[in-house]
């Protein structure tokens, strides 16, 4: 299905694309392999499948966005967000979907969780996305440019190599 959408995209036709993506989403209850108590969260067919679940709530949400209908993007990324806790794209979105949404303390919201589980978690500060979305967040009245989804959310970035949030020892 995701395919499908892929090419109904690529052909211009947003609106057959966002039905196709709705539809498997709808399909999908919850993270690839979530009954297995975490044995299997690593095998690479299950990160596959966790990642392609992903990447099809970003593709949804941005054309839902382009269509005007944030609130519905807000609401898709909003439960792939509460399964990828970690997972910086997905909430930067979330949080451009709650701003053009009107949502602006909503997306406060999900900046300051994100941020409080990247530090406790992981003891990195959140990366250049969620950043730019925060100082969104801050400047009312501003008109949001997209998020490259195109990024992909597997690759490390800076801060996730290394870059120790305060106060974490090692830090610098």
Do not use: K
Request: proline share 5%; net charge positive.
């Amino acid at each position: 299905m995701v395919d499908t959408a892929r090419r109904r995209w690529e052909a211009g036709d947003d609106r057959g694309a966002s039905d196709v993506l709705d539809e498997a989403l709808d399909l999908w209850t919850g993270r690839a392999m979530a009954g297995t108590a975490g044995r299997l969260d690593h095998h690479p067919a299950v990160i596959g499948l966790n990642r392609r679940r992903v990447a099809a709530c970003l593709r949804l949400a941005e054309i839902a966005m382009a269509q005007g209908r944030s609130q519905f993007a807000a609401d898709r990324l909003r439960v792939v967000a509460h399964d990828e806790p970690l997972d910086e794209m997905v909430h930067s979105e979330l949080m451009r979907a709650l701003i053009e949404a009107g949502r602006r303390a909503d997306a406060l919201i999900v900046f300051i969780d994100l941020r409080r589980r990247l530090v406790e978690q992981l003891g990195i500060e959140p990366g250049p996305y969620p950043q730019r979305m925060h100082r969104e967040i801050l400047r009312p009245g501003a008109r949001l440019g997209s998020v490259p989804t195109s990024q992909s959310t597997s690759q490390p970035t800076s801060h996730q190599r290394g870059v120790l949030a305060p106060g974490v020892r090692g830090a610098t």
